[in-house]
């Protein structure tokens, strides 16, 4: 709750980067400090808010970012703040249409904006409604389609299901200085399963330090906001970041895989859960991949397991009627839709039988048919019987029930991680003495 003569102010901020710079975090964390700097407190931490990863034109993650505040100055003024900082720091490209939304107070509709754009391919005219009724104001997006990001990050507060992520720069063009990558190791045998998807072992592949040309020198995940503000100032210090700034954030939480969708109802570009039978064998395909169909009572869809994912090898086991959840993401092909698994949960994968042979009752030896005529006749002792038929054996599934996750290196951000599952998060109001390092200096 905002004090007596304070408000409370959302800013929601998206597309201020390219694939060639910059980074929609480190612009808010800018604009988090300017605000702080004229009398603004945090409401809650700076939130990043990914949204729907299976959207065709985003750049990396499809990140947007939210701050929370309470001031002193009311909505226009802030929003004077936001737009000089966006003109200062965003990158001027092409792809990129830097885009921020203001609300003061209730965030109401802007909900439902947040929780569609996880899921759902929203057009920018979709999040007009919501926008006039929190009487948002909305800067830039000349290009249109920032504003469902900035607005869905908006909406997202307050987050109830989140993790956290201690984010640490460098200025923007400058070197990433290459001890982070050593100390992000050292740093993960230390604290997991506090700090967690910051190593593909399987891979020897660093996670935790993006190599593209944006600022961020580290991003270090956890459960545990307590942990990560007091690891910040030293790893910032011993790693060379000039800027350490923790965000709530929906990652690893799975929020865009949180509800089964009947097949029919698919759409392109959906992030979707089925659940239903498995309809006919696995397809092997070139590459390595699979291919399943799985139905339910409303249509079948071809469930896609990439050799990337690691998931193909559990898919090859799978055979019809075994029952199956698969989560992922829509993509229309010329064929019709397929879901890109993210995920398989094996719910009943019951035995298999087979027809075969006899065995001789007298050496054990497996028997001929003795054809139309029937009955079958011993190759080895030559004992008949026109009376025997196939048996029914059971053959052996290797295919256990329960949940099998892509490889860490296939991870979209919203992927719960295996190592972090089961971690519940801590809930930490008061906020720890520091979200942002340096602190700002008025
Ligand atoms: P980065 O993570 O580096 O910030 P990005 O992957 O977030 O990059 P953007 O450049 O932000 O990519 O592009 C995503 C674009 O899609 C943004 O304009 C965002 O507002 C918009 N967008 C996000 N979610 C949806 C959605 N569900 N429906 C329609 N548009 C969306």
Known sequence: MAEPGEKLVHVGIDDTDSPLGMCTTYVSSILMLELMKRGCSLADFPYLVRLNPNIPFKTRGNGAVSLHLRCEMGAEEVAGVVERVLEAYSERHAKTDPTAVVVQGDVGELRSVYRRALVELLAPSQVE??????????????????????????????????????????????????????????????????????????????????????????????????????????????????????????????????????????????????????????????????????????????CMFYRETGLQRVAKL????????????????????????EYVRVLDAPPLSKLENPRCPLCGKRMKSLGKRGGFKCPACGYRDPALGKVEVRVPRFLEPGLYLQRPLAYRHLSPPAEAMGVEPVRAPPLPSLVVWPPPRS
């Open 129 to 302: 409604k919501a926008l006039r009724g929190a009487r948002a104001m909305v800067l830039g997006g000349r290009k249109g389609r920032g504003v469902v990001g900035a607005a869905a990050s908006i909406g997202a507060y307050e987050l109830d299901v989140f993790t956290y992520e201690l984010l640490l720069y460098v200025p923007p063009g400058s070197a990433k200085p290459p001890q982070a990558e050593e100390g992000v190791v050292e740093l993960d045998r230390l604290l997991r399963p506090l700090t967690f998807a910051n190593v593909d072992y399987g891979a020897s592949r660093v996670l935790a330090t993006p190599r593209g040309p944006d600022p961020v020198l580290a991003g270090i995940r956890s459960a545990n906001p307590l942990v990560l503000s007091s690891i910040a100032r030293r790893l910032a210090e011993s790693w060379g970041a000039s800027l350490a700034v923790i965000f709530k954030t929906n990652q690893a939480t799975g929020a865009h895989l949180s509800k089964v969708k009947p097949v029919g109802e698919l759409r392109p570009y959906d992030s979707a859960v089925v659940r239903g039978l498995v309809v006919a064998p696995p397809a092997e395909l070139r590459g390595g991949h699979v291919a399943l169909k799985v139905g339910d009572s409303t249509g079948t869809v071809t």
């Open 318 to 341: 799978l055979r019809e009627g075994d029952r199956v959840e698969v989560g992922g993401g829509v993509v229309p092909r010329s064929r019709g839709l397929t879901l890109n698994a």
